[in-house]
T-cell receptor, first 114, second 115 residues
């Protein structure tokens, strides 16, 4: 499809389990973002890539969170040893790059940690 | 520091009424962008509008209109003749153009349009 694609759409993980969330950005988009959205809240920035370079990871809440984009296209957000507070929607977004270019969001991966 | 405040947590109006969603922002940047996104129950964030800080012209798109006032750091969104399909959470957001285009979101306003 033409939009940002995320998988899985829904994931239930047992506490302590590792999870991997995938994002397939819009073709040609240089910038890729991960956001975390807790229930009833606005999206919170996690990390940002420009091509394969991770330029900003200031929003990652702990060292259990890790993101990569090795070939500058698909990205994976990995959460190790999941905890209940990790339950949220994880949104991926992409854009052509700087100067306020419109950022397009995927439908999100809904993670529930039980 | 950048901040976006949406003081209205939840609004309910009857269909066909007009409704305005408020947004106030804070930034030290001289050049920045303001956005509105719609989030329906499906969860996807749908882009509605982007405004450059140098362009204070109000904009109208069908039933939607936006009022950008730099003097009060506000970027309000009005839906005219609301419809049930307008029910969603609406987010105002801000990004600085001289850095990466990381977007800072407000907490959102949940809009209920009652039939």
């Amino acid at each position: 499809g033409a939009g940002v694609s995320q998988s899985p759409r829904y994931k239930v993980a047992k506490r302590g389990q590792d999870v991997a969330l995938r994002c397939d950005p819009i073709s040609g988009h240089v910038s890729l973002f991960w956001y975390q959205q807790a229930l009833g809240q606005g999206p919170e920035f996690l990390t940002y890539f420009q091509n394969e370079a991770q330029l900003d990871k200031s929003g990652l809440p702990s060292d259990r969170f890790f993101a990569e984009r090795p070939e500058g296209s698909v990205s994976t957000l990995k959460i190790q040893r999941t905890q209940q507070e990790d339950s949220a929607v994880y949104l991926c977004a992409s854009s052509f790059g700087r100067d306020g270019n419109t950022i397009y969001f995927g439908e999100g991966s809904w993670l529930t940690v039980v | 520091a950048q901040k976006v405040t949406q003081a209205q947590t939840e609004i309910s109006v009857v269909e066909k009424e007009d409704v305005t969603l408020d947004c106030v922002y804070e930034t030290r940047d001289t050049t920045y962008y303001l956005f509105w996104y719609k989030q329906p129950p499906s969860g996807e964030l749908v882009f509605l509008i982007r405004r450059n800080s140098f362009d204070e012209q109000n904009e109208i798109s069908g039933r939607y209109s936006w009022n950008f006032q730099k003097s009060t750091s506000s970027f309000n969104f009005t839906i005219t003749a609301s419809q049930v399909v307008d029910s969603a959470v609406y987010f105002c957001a801000l990004s600085a153009s001289n850095r990466d285009d990381k977007i800072i979101f407000g907490k959102g306003t949940r809009l209920h349009i009652l039939p």
